[in-house]
């Protein structure tokens, strides 16, 4: 069945493709950008060299923080040193920390299922980028 324009699909909130639909508005791609941007790796200049090119021709992305992801991003940038690790680096990060964190970061506990499922998303996100290359 297609869907009017603007309509939006209403799924079970345990779907995982439900993550962030209609609890955080503005552009898609924005807690991706944020979270590869704070992972982010300039390429090998010998490489960059093999292209006629330096690192100045290469420079760190800027990410635009909206105000919809202010405090998941901020939750996140608290949680950058509690990545569970396995042999080849970061996994996850650990759950376990989020409540203090949350309450740390001050984030009402009505706030605490929409950031979470934000964090994920970052996690997600940065897991990607450190593992690049």
């Known amino acids: 069945m297609r869907r009017a324009a603007g309509e939006l699909h209403v ?19 924005k807690l991706i950008a944020a979270a590869r941007g704070l992972y982010w790796r300039p390429p090998d200049l010998e490489q960059l060299a093999a292209f006629g090119l330096t690192a100045a021709d290469y420079p760190r992305p800027d990410v635009e923080i909206w105000p919809e992801n202010a ?29 203090f964190v949350f309450r740390m970061a001050r984030v009402s506990r009505d706030q ?22």
């Open 71 to 99: 405090t998941a991003f901020q939750v996140f940038c608290r949680l950058i040193t509690q990545w569970r690790m396995g042999f080849r680096g970061p996994v996850a990060l650990d759950y376990n920390v989020l409540p």
């Open 112 to 133: 605490w299922p929409q950031v979470f499922e934000q964090l994920r998303v970052m996690e997600d996100a940065a897991l990607a980028a450190m593992n690049e290359g």
């Open 11 to 29: 799924r079970s909130p345990s779907d995982p493709r439900s993550v962030l639909r209609g609890t955080v508005r503005g552009a898609p791609g």
